[in-house]
């Protein structure tokens, strides 16, 4: 299966987030719905336990959009509350099961939680990072009390992937960034973009800082103003004063929202940027409709 680098090597690549259903609901849910929008994604992520959120399912998920629909996968991956030892042989299975591209974040904590009570044993992503590039390099851990120095084994193939936060003080975010690529990162994914002329001074001073990586910019399409002031205070990211008085002026929201963010990622394309990733929390059609827009 590719890796994203190879993808974004060929141009703009378009991509999903998926998010695995609630605990106690099949995964075919979310499978059956996916068929409408396959054509025309590139690569799909999907979540692991956003916001503490009870959602199994991400390993599976990953594996049957990979088996069913031929589509490459880039499974979310967590690092806060595992050990090393726990994440390896995480990281053994997604490898067994095909998977190829690794999102590597430390995780939040959840809802309406501090962020304290670390329980695993890396506090930052680009640990995490370091810990798959090693295994990339054919270095793994030692078992304890049987071997004093880390053994060989097999090259895992893992494409690197980390988060971007353009809503960070620029000084935090390229300390973080240029950590990760210096780890082993191989590509970001960024946070919410709303504003053109902003991704474009965030990439402008990620790449002035000499870091090199590809990034994608995070969309999240909006059908509404209040889902959009929602995201503005959960995610602590500032709508456009333009995004807000539209959607204020605009007789209907879902269609203002889409025709907005159709033309966003239109002039994130036209600068030549490797390609956005959707957060549509699942909804298809929103999707299915934006895609549309963006091929007219």
Sequence with gaps: MKRV????????????????????????????QFKEIKQGVDFVSV???????LRGGTFPLSYFIQARFGIP??????????TRYQIENMLMDLHHFGIRNILALRGDPPA???DSGWSGDYPRAYMLVEQIQRMNQGIYLPRIGFEEKPR??????????????????????????????DSGAMAAITQMAFSPADYRAYIKAIRAANISIPIIAGVRP??????????????????????KEG???A???????????AKLIKEIKSCGYAGVHLFCLNDFKLVKDLIVRINI
């Design 73 to 82: 996968v880039v499974t979310h991956f967590v690092c806060r509350e595992h």
């Design 112 to 114: 309406g939680q501090k």
């Design 47 to 53: 979540t692991m336990g956003a916001s503490g959120s």
């Design 222 to 243: 909006l059908k509404s103003l209040n889902q959009g002031l929602s995201c503005e205070s959960f995610f602590k990211i500032k709508l456009p004063q333009k995004l």
């Design 152 to 181: 060989e084994g097999l090259k895992t193939e893992f494409c690197i992937l980390v988060a971007g936060h353009p809503e960070y003080p620029l000084d935090k975010e390229i300390s973080n960034m240029r950590l990760k690529q």
């Design 251 to 261: 007789r209907d929201e879902y269609k203002f929202g889409l025709d907005y963010t």
């Design 5 to 32: 680098t190879e993808l974004i090597a060929k141009g703009f690549t378009i991509s999903v987030e998926l998010v695995p259903p609630r605990n106690g609901i099949p995964l075919n849910s979310v499978l059956e």
């Design 247 to 249: 959607f204020k002026k």
